[in-house]
């Protein structure tokens, strides 16, 4: 989902770049796009997608990430169950191994 709102993102700024463009034909230059790429802002299919309006990286408040980890359980009191098509029962622990959010893990 990441890569699909930076090519999302990159879209969006070209068409921004191109309706502001001032010489015939929407012809605009790299850096024209990164600047109208770091003006950008949508809801993509990882949240609200925003930029630092001076480096361009993602702004850490709009970016989250979750690691997790799936592993037998240890015990029957700590329990998932999943039946599969086939139906076959398939018991497993999901635990947090590490949560991104505000620019912290």
Same mark, same amino acid.
């Given at each position: 989902?990441f890569m699909?709102d930076?090519t999302?993102a990159?879209g969006?700024a070209?068409?921004?770049a191109a309706?502001n463009?001032?010489?015939?034909g929407?012809?605009f230059?790299g850096? *024209?796009?990164?600047?109208h790429?770091?003006?950008t802002t ?8 925003s930029f630092?309006p001076v *480096?361009?990286?993602r702004?850490v408040?709009s ?7 799936f ?12 039946t ?5 029962t398939?018991?497993q622990?999901?635990?947090?191994a590490a949560?991104?959010?505000n620019?912290?893990?």
């Amino acid at each position: 989902p990441f890569m699909y709102d930076a090519t999302i993102a990159l879209g969006l700024a070209a068409c921004s770049a191109a309706n502001n463009a001032t010489s015939s034909g929407a012809y605009f230059d790299g850096a *024209t796009h990164f600047e109208h790429f770091k003006q950008t802002t949508f809801q993509g299919a990882t949240g609200e997608v925003s930029f630092d309006p001076v *480096t361009g990286t993602r702004d850490v408040a709009s970016a989250q990430s979750l690691v997790l980890n799936f592993f037998p359980p240890e015990n029957s009191n700590n329990n998932s169950n999943a039946t599969t098509a086939d139906g076959i029962t398939v018991r497993q622990h999901v635990s947090s191994a590490a949560h991104y959010v505000n620019g912290k893990w």
